[in-house]
């Protein structure tokens, strides 16, 4: 079965930086695209990134653009988020995801759209 399993975050301060990883198995991903969401404490499940497996075409929510950069090896079946200027507003519980399909001009940025969801890993940026 299809496995997601994310690492990498921690406790860290305004302006420092993180990257996240995410560890994915069970199946071939070239006709997938792979999301980052989070959740921040009180709040709904919010679209971070996402990128094409195959192509690596990326999109990004624009609380992050600029400020975080989305990647994946193919050879290690990994994605990356890698998060640089934290900010307080930050402070989440990241999740990877995957859906099963290809990025074509429009970001994925619905959660429905997604089949596939990790165990989430917090991030607190502290002020």
């Known amino acids: 079965q299809v496995q997601l399993v994310e690492s990498g975050g921690g406790l860290v301060q305004a302006g420092d930086s993180l990257r996240l990883s995410c560890a994915a198995s069970?199946?071939?991903?070239?006709?997938?695209?792979m999301g980052w969401f989070r959740r921040a404490p009180g709040k709904e499940r919010d679209f971070v990134a996402c990128?094409?497996?195959?192509?690596?075409?990326?999109y990004y929510a624009d609380s992050v653009k600029g400020r975080f950069t989305v990647s994946r090896d193919v050879a290690k079946n990994t994605v990356y988020l890698q998060m640089n200027s934290l900010k307080p507003e930050d402070t989440a519980v990241y999740y990877c995801?995957?859906?099963?399909?290809?990025?074509?001009?429009?970001?994925?940025?619905?959660?429905?759209?997604?089949?596939?969801w990790g165990q989430g890993t917090p991030v607190t940026v502290s002020s």
């Open positions: 990128i094409s497996w195959s192509s690596g075409s990326t």
């Open positions: 069970g199946r071939t991903f070239s006709r997938y695209t």
């Open positions: 995801a995957a859906a099963p399909t290809v990025l074509a001009g429009l970001a994925i940025s619905k959660d429905y759209q997604y089949d596939y």
